[in-house]
């Protein structure tokens, strides 16, 4: 059992990338708790492996929010619009009209479709949501001092990061050099003065979108990928900051990269204090890749399942474990949530369940904390299963809406089933079982099931 933080709420324990153990979490400053998380490139829709991240950090801001309060907390969430695959889009969908106004349709486009997708899924918009775009001068700010300390060099209009310069690089990932170099996929250039070495800024070639480059190189030119992230943390969260998230994907050399940058930039012994990733995701058993026929959109899902039901299946594995997505998966989903609104009191309490939260303060343990769910559905827990439904962000009305869509016609007027309901209730109250079985089995022949608990029959669906 996990202790307090002298408030009656749990202690918060994350698994730390950085250090590969499960630590207290203690805030750089508990009136400030701040977290960054890597956001979308905005050239398509959004796939469900892209849903992962948006899901369990938004639950864990839900935690943080609970435990430091709300006004404490500042969660970043960045858009990636500056991407080959973008400006490829952009010249494809729009090849009559300026370069920089198509990237600004697709990207604004795909970045709309992205928020319709989450707010179905039931996640918080982040305190701030930067744009790459809208922070290239901070970019160059921090490629500047970069230079000037030595840890950059300007080689042939690109600058470039000198690990060498650094060196515990690779303190993140904490893989062997051999194995950073194997998977760097560095391009081979003859201007590198290290295989190692990473773009910081590069030349924009013919009719690419480009800005004012630094270090005193004159052609314009656009960021490297990894320094984005390094210039809107720093933004938005500070030199040093609490929590950064994103998929285990990145940790390698994306994370790694923006630790060496953003460090060597303000001399500081760490950039995040927690480094949190989330396990890959696989569709029925197999890696989803489009050659497979099984790359499936957050939008695609949305038009056959609700959003709850897609939250609750991504939350059942826990976030560092892999996941299977499969239908049958969803399918339990939904009877899992059915089961639990059915349950819940009208009325919640205006908090999780304490148990909940003890399991969610241990590394997110979204496991034991269904399971701690399931718990609340006898009469003494139904107010508390409420309220835990609204701290996750399960909301019951989309799972009703989805439900009846998909419920048979009905073959007997719900007046004559009401009616029915109340001969059985009658039945019940005169211990006449045989009467009531009857009643039922007739129903159910109609299609219609009854539900019932020991307080009677709460009510009634179309059968499937």
């Not at 508990?30 to 490139?41: D, E, F, I, L, Q």
């Not at 949501?129 to 970069?146: D, F, K, N």
């Not at 190692?196 to 070639?205: A, E, Q």
């Not at 004012?212 to 030199?239: D, F, N, Q, T, Y």
């Amino acid at each position: 059992m996990s202790g307090t933080n002298g408030q009656g709420l749990p202690e918060l324990k994350l698994y730390n990338t950085l250090t590969r153990a499960k630590e207290v979490f203690t805030p750089l400053d508990p009136a400030h708790v701040r977290m960054y998380v890597c956001g979308p490139t905005v050239y398509d829709f959004a796939h469900i492996g892209n849903a992962r991240p948006v899901i369990v950090f938004d639950l864990l801001y839900r935690l943080l929010r609970h435990l430091y309060g709300a006004d404490h907390v500042k969660y970043v969430r960045n858009i990636t619009d500056v991407d080959d695959k973008i400006n490829t889009r952009a010249a494809t969908e729009f090849p009559g009209i300026d370069l920089n106004e198509a990237i600004a349709r697709v990207t604004f486009t795909t970045e709309a479709q992205f928020h319709d997708d989450l707010e179905a899924l039931g996640v918080l918009h982040p305190d701030v949501e930067p744009r790459a775009t809208e922070h290239i001068a901070e970019m160059r700010q921090l490629i500047e001092m970069l230079v000037a300390s030595g840890h950059a060099y300007v080689a042939e209009e690109h600058v470039l990061f000198s690990v060498p310069s650094m060196p515990d690089y690779g303190k993140l990932s904490h893989r062997p050099l051999d194995d950073m170099l194997a998977g760097a996929r560095v391009d081979v250039a003859p201007y590198k003065k290290d295989a190692m070495d990473f773009v910081l800024w590069k030349p924009s070639k013919p009719g690419e979108p480009g800005w004012p480059s630094p270090a005193g190189i004159v052609a314009p030119g656009r960021p490297g990928w990894h320094i984005e992230c390094s210039a809107m943390s720093w933004k938005h969260l500070g030199e040093t900051f609490d929590i950064h998230g994103g998929g285990i994907d990145l940790v390698f050399p994306h994370h790694e990269n923006e630790v060496a940058q953003s460090r060597c930039a303000f001399h500081t012994g760490i950039m995040a204090k927690v480094w949190m990733h989330n396990g890959f995701l696989q569709v029925e058993g197999e890696k989803m890749s489009k050659s497979l026929g099984n790359f499936i959109t957050i939008r695609q899902l949305l038009a056959d399942w609700p959003g709850p039901v897609l939250r609750l299946n991504m939350l059942k594995t826990h976030y560092r474990q892999p996941i299977d997505w499969t239908v049958k998966g969803l399918e339990e989903s939904a009877k899992t949530l059915e089961q639990w609104f059915d349950a819940a009191a009208p009325d919640a309490y205006p908090r999780p369940a304490p148990a909940v939260l003890e399991a969610l303060a241990d590394d997110l343990n979204t496991p034991k904390a269904i399971a701690e769910m399931h718990a609340l559905k006898d009469h003494a827990g139904k107010k508390a299963l409420a309220g835990t439904l609204a701290f996750f962000g399960f909301e019951a009305a989309p799972l009703h809406e989805w439900a009846a869509a998909r419920a048979p016609a009905l073959v007997i007027p719900e007046t004559e089933i009401e009616a029915r309901i109340a001969e059985r209730i009658v039945a019940r109250q005169n211990r006449d079982w045989a009467a009531s079985d009857r009643i039922r089995d007739e129903l159910l022949a109609l299609g219609v099931a009854l539900k019932d608990n020991k307080d009677g029959t709460t009510s009634w669906e179309p059968k499937r």
